[in-house]
């Protein structure tokens, strides 16, 4: 049980360390065109990833899939860069879309990209354990609180912001997705891997 909470906490701060920003970004980005009304949907959107980032860290713990290391850390900003230009470009179509089904299938494959960005360094954690599903399931517990933890935070502004500011939802999220944007080009050009 010691080895859960270990990994756990490692969970957390992985999502959490401002450091490695990279996740709090996507999560925002992922976020931004949901008000505080379709909080379900934005959850269920942080459970795939956390499923599909995983999944990806077992294929990666277990050697049945190995990634090139340089390749994958530039996806990584790439998916956030996506992600923020799709908020932009289809902002109408989220408004009255009932559905999530494009956001579902791009999280997913999103995440598989996430967990493989962390996945030599669990690997190197786990390699001397004979268990891995415990620290599996400790840390992917941490990716789900730490993600909804952000992503209910992101929702939290943007109720502030659209409710109290009088901000509408639509320049709201052109105006957050920008920034993302911005803060997004640096990331692509320090891992540009060719």
Request: net charge negative.
């Given at each position: 049980?010691?080895d859960f909470?270990?990994y756990?906490?490692?969970?957390?701060d992985?999502?959490?360390?401002?450091?490695?920003?990279?996740?709090?970004?996507?999560?925002s980005?992922l976020?931004?065109?949901?008000?505080?009304?379709?909080?379900?949907?934005?959850?269920?959107?942080?459970t795939?990833?956390?499923i599909?980032?995983?999944?990806?860290l077992?294929?990666?713990?277990?050697?049945?899939?190995v990634?090139?290391v340089?390749?994958?850390?530039?996806?990584?900003?790439v998916?956030?860069?996506?992600?923020?230009?799709?908020n932009?470009?289809?902002?109408k179509m989220?408004?009255?879309?009932?559905?999530?089904g494009l956001?579902?299938?791009?999280?997913?494959f999103?995440g598989?990209?996430?967990?493989?960005?962390?996945?030599n360094?669990?690997?190197?954690?786990?390699?001397?354990?004979d268990?891995k599903v415990?620290?599996l399931?400790?840390?992917?517990?941490?990716?789900?609180?730490?993600q909804?933890?952000v992503?209910?935070?992101?929702?939290?502004?943007a109720?502030?912001?659209?409710?109290?500011?009088?901000?509408?939802?639509p320049v709201?999220?052109w105006?957050?997705?920008s920034?993302v944007?911005?803060?997004?080009?640096?990331?692509?050009?320090?891992?540009?891997?060719w």
């Open positions: 049980m010691e909470w270990f756990l906490k490692m969970g957390l992985h999502v959490l360390d401002l450091g490695a920003y990279d996740h709090i970004l996507f999560l980005a976020a931004i065109p949901f008000t505080f009304k379709s909080w379900k949907k934005v959850l269920v959107l942080a795939v990833f956390t599909t980032h995983c999944l990806s077992m294929l990666s713990v277990y050697e049945i899939v990634m090139d340089s390749l994958i850390e530039f996806l990584i900003p998916t956030i860069f996506l992600t923020a230009i799709f932009i470009l289809y902002q989220l408004e009255g879309s009932k559905s999530i956001h579902v299938i791009a999280t997913a999103f598989l990209i996430h967990g493989f960005g962390f996945s360094y669990f690997k190197m954690l786990v390699s001397g354990e268990e415990t620290p399931i400790g840390f992917a517990t941490g990716i789900e609180i730490s909804v933890t992503v209910m935070i992101v929702l939290i502004l109720y502030i912001v659209q409710t109290i500011l009088k901000v509408k939802q709201f999220v105006a957050a997705s920034i944007l911005l803060i997004t080009i640096p990331l692509l050009y320090q891992t540009f891997p």
